[in-house]
């Protein structure tokens, strides 16, 4: 029998985790920590699977919401065998270790219930360093197979990830076993952004597809083309520097710190914005090495580019953020939510006094972050950064652009066509998200058999 249970990530963007069963070998596909949960609310439900076999957990990418919750699983399942491509091992070595103090301080905070210290207690950078030893990796297009101890098939399982084209690393996942097909989409791409191509998807059928449904709910005529919307971001930069402010940028420190930072340093070299200082800094350099280290082992729009190339100074080093004010600069901070406490959310407070200063959102805002209030926000206007500050003035300019790392929602239709699946399981993404994509598979596709992850609830995929 061939089951798929939910852990996390059924009906909502976080903790990502999704237990497979191909007779008797249990798979866990990604293992992540919702972002802006906390205690034993951040975890997948790692209880549904305390009496079933688990024996291999295969990781799409190494962001927070796929990933962080691999040591505590780990803790669980000590004998777990852990599988990545070679560029998702490398960037989880660096995320993982800078989480550990973020951790403990979001589940102390969560801690308020009488959770168990157990379910809490946090990894040490020690046990990090045996983790990352233990991860096994695969690159592309390479079929490995899993067999678990307690497999109960002549036919063994072949595992192959495809290239995701959303992060450096970023993989599709197929399990295959006896003739039958599962494609986990993971978070998928099928568009080329600044340094990543599109996906890879293969041209082979599928029985069931595990597909992402971020964008399901976003009209797609307000997601313009890449090039489109960079020469709209031209203009608004050069606005804003040209009058003698600054403009702060919140994002991701994986992924769309080195794709907006790609963005703006080809539009500089085009002279298409003016020079000017760049600050970044934090574990976003780090990672950007990542990217330059394997740009000629993964595709790359430019093979040739190194990130690290352009010119940037610390961000961190800045003691009075005034001094950002001074000179026009950008500034490229991290959370790309804005998140209370990290470094977008301070220097925030600040831009907001500005009248010549702008902040520009370019990525996904979940609606219950300050980055999302911030985004909806006008000049002239007021704010409160969360529910228990103060209103603030919004002096600043706001504006907002769009440079996705996941598939448009018709781009979702396409993964559907190509792969031809029997049965369609959609998962990371909010209702509304769900209900259009689920909808629009119905209507084109009416063979196909549509199922809502839901959380703890088991499916029969064969």
């Known amino acids: 029998m061939i089951k798929f249970l939910p852990l996390g990530g059924a009906g909502e963007i976080g903790a990502s985790c999704f237990y497979v069963n191909i007779y008797g070998t249990g798979i866990i596909l990604d293992c992540g920590m919702h972002p802006l949960k906390t205690g034993s609310d951040a975890f997948p439900k790692f209880d549904l699977i305390k009496d079933l076999p688990v024996d291999y ?18 803790k669980r399942h000590p004998y777990i065998r852990i599988i990545t491509t070679p560029q998702t091992r490398a960037i989880a070595e660096l995320t993982l270790h800078n989480a550990v103090s973020l951790l403990r301080e979001q589940l102390n905070t969560g801690n308020k219930t009488g959770e168990s210290s157990e379910q809490i207690k946090i990894y040490s950078h020690e046990e990090i360093d045996l983790l990352i030893q233990s991860i096994e990796y695969k690159p592309y297009n390479e079929n490995f197979v899993i067999n678990g101890y307690n497999h109960q098939s002549k036919f063994p399982i072949i595992a192959t ?3 995701a084209g959303h992060i450096i690393g970023s993989a599709a996942i197929i399990l ?46 307000f997601i313009p083309d890449w090039n489109d919307e960079s020469n709209r971001f031209a203009s608004s930069v050069n606005k804003i520097l040209i009058s003698g402010g600054s403009v702060l940028i ?29 600050y970044t800094g934090g574990i976003a350099e780090k990672i ?35 001094k950002f004010f001074r000179d026009p600069c950008i500034v490229l901070a991290t959370s790309g939510m804005m998140i209370e406490g990290t470094a977008s959310f ?5 831009w907001l006094k500005h009248e010549s200063s702008a902040i520009f959102t370019v990525g996904y ?49 396409q993964i559907v066509r190509k792969l031809k699946p029997e049965k369609v399981i959609l998962v990371h993404g909010e209702q509304q998200a769900i209900d259009w ?5 119905l209507k084109t596709f009416k063979k196909t058999k549509i199922f809502q992850a839901k959380l703890a609830k088991e499916l029969n995929l064969e």
Request: charged share 25%; hydrophobic share 35%.
């Open 365 to 413: 805002m979940e609606e219950s972050t300050p980055g999302y209030r911030v985004s909806k926000a006008v000049k002239g206007g007021k704010i409160k950064l969360n529910d228990f500050s103060k209103e603030i003035d919004v002096k600043c300019s706001i504006e907002r652009f769009r440079f996705p790392s996941h598939s448009k929602r018709e781009e979702l239709l």
């Open 288 to 322: 950007s090495r990542v990217y330059d280290y394997n740009r000629y082992v993964v595709n790359r729009i430019d093979p040739e580019f190194e990130i690290n190339s352009i010119p940037q100074k610390n961000l961190y080093e800045v003691e009075q953020p005034e």
């Open 346 to 350: 301070n220097l925030a407070k600040y």
């Open 250 to 278: 919140p994002v991701f420190s994986l992924g769309k710190m080195q794709e907006i930072i790609t963005v703006i340093w080809n539009l500089m070299r085009k002279k298409r914005i003016v020079q000017t200082e760049i």
């Open 437 to 441: 994509v689920g909808a629009s598979i």
């Open 161 to 163: 990830f495809i290239d």
């Open 57 to 74: 957990v295969l990781i799409s990418h190494a962001h927070q919401d796929h990933l962080s919750a691999l040591p505590f699983l780990v």
């Open 176 to 221: 295959e076993h006896n003739g039958r097909k599962i494609f986990y989409s993971g978070d998928i791409r099928l568009s080329s952004q600044a340094l990543i191509p599109g996906a890879k998807i293969p041209s082979t059928k599928v029985d069931t597809l595990i597909l992402e449904t971020t964008y399901g709910n976003t009209d797609s005529s």
